[in-house]
């Protein structure tokens, strides 16, 4: 996954990462049953994305993603954590 890291840290959008993400085979949230309301789990996941950008501001590796003037850009850990990959 070297190859994945460096393209993160270079600065992709969050959108087109998780895009990717779902495109991949076997990895697709839906056919998972979730008891939890899926308007909680929406706000949750609004949450977690602005935690992760907030936290943002004072990551050195995402500012260097944003360097390349992306400025929606994070390095590969807060996007992991904005897409809920990572137990924060
Ligand atoms: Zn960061």
Redesign the pocket.
Known sequence: MRHDRRRLASGERVGAAARRLRAQPGWDPRPRPDPVDPALTQQLGALRTADAYDQ?KQ?A??AAARAGGDTDA??A??LAQALGVKPS
């Open positions: 943002s990551c590796a995402c994070l390095c850990d807060h």
